[in-house]
């Protein structure tokens, strides 16, 4: 088998510790939606809040480093945050629920050897998680996501289809925000 080397996202490439926050917010808001939707969803609801938990932990290692590897353990992601030293200070609860969304990233490539399971209660601590890992980020990203505007994400201008741009508010109404 051949093994490949891990891409390195770097911030001199354009790659913003803010924007991986926005984009984990609006996945923690899809997973949450999916999660009190249909069962058919679920799959869904589990790989989305797996990958706004990997993005808050990338966007503190991005930071912090100035790059992120094309790694999605979230134990792992946890443990080179904490390596740059952000201790990720969690309940057992909250442990608990980063363990349950860790094993979601296998979600991507079903495998009917490996089944995993997701319930329509594995998002209930989802949020407030999130929160936690937010709130351990260095002070001045966080309060760069709080006050950054909502319609501009990624490099671009968020648009809605009768409307033209989003309205963006440095307060917003983000999942993460409330």
């Known amino acids: 088998m051949i093994k490949a080397r891990r891409r390195e996202f770097r911030a001199d490439e354009g790659f913003k510790a803010v924007d991986l926050i926005k984009y984990a917010d609006g996945h923690l808001r899809s997973a949450r939606v999916l999660f009190a939707s249909d069962f058919l969803c679920l799959d869904s609801a589990g790989y989305l809040g797996h990958l706004a938990l990997e993005l808050i932990l ?12 094309d790694e999605h ?30 094993q979601y990233k296998d979600l991507r490539y079903p495998n009917a050897k490996r089944p995993i399971s997701v319930g329509s209660t594995e998002g209930d601590g989802l949020k407030t998680l999130c929160n ?18 909502d319609g501009e994400k990624g490099g671009r201008i968020l648009m809605t289809r009768h409307g033209g741009p989003s309205v963006g508010s440095p307060s917003g109404s983000a999942s993460a925000r409330e």
């Open 73 to 102: 353990d979230l134990s792992t992601l946890r443990e080179q945050l904490e390596v740059l030293g952000v201790t990720c200070q969690l309940s057992g609860e909250q442990e608990n629920v980063l363990y349950v969304f860790g």
């Open 58 to 69: 990338k966007a503190g290692i991005l930071y912090l480093h100035g790059s992120f590897e």
């Open 132 to 149: 936690t890992l937010l709130s351990q980020l260095p002070p001045a990203l966080v309060r760069e996501f709080l006050q950054a505007d």
